[in-house]
Nanobody, 115 residues
Framework: QVGLEESGGGLVQPGGSLSLSCVAS????????MGWYRQAPGKQRELVAT???????NVANFAKGRFAISRNTAENTVDMQMDSLQPGEAGIFLC?????????WGPGTRVPVPS
């Protein structure tokens, strides 16, 4: 079975920085796309950033210039460095991978940013 394990979440003060990591297992061949979504309380999850095998694919407008996504294809990992975090950007961050036309989601890691 495909499994995703996120790490790096935790409390961060406004203006602070945090780095998230995700490792995928049981995926077989190379994963085409990896990325991060965010879900705030009472809201739908939204795309933060995605990356294909060799290039960044999508970055949310709010994250441009402050969040940086990267991956190690051989290790099936994806990271995201987040700088200058604000309370409105808090939530549960979920790792997602696209394998064989199917999306798989991690359980999420919390990033509280107190007001």
């Amino acid at each position: 079975q495909v499994g995703l394990e996120e790490s790096g979440g935790g409390l961060v003060q406004p203006g602070g920085s945090l780095s998230l990591s995700c490792v995928a297992s049981g995926t077989g061949d190379t994963i085409r796309t990896m990325g991060w979504y965010r879900q705030a309380p009472g809201k739908q999850r939204e795309l933060v950033a995605t990356i294909n095998q060799n290039e960044v694919r999508n970055v949310a407008n709010f994250a441009k210039g402050r969040f940086a996504i990267s991956r190690n294809t051989a290790e099936n990992t994806v990271d995201m460095q987040m700088d200058s975090l604000q309370p409105g950007e808090a939530g549960i961050f979920l790792c997602v991978v696209l394998v064989g036309g199917t999306y798989y989601w991690g359980p999420g890691t919390r990033v509280p940013v107190p007001s």
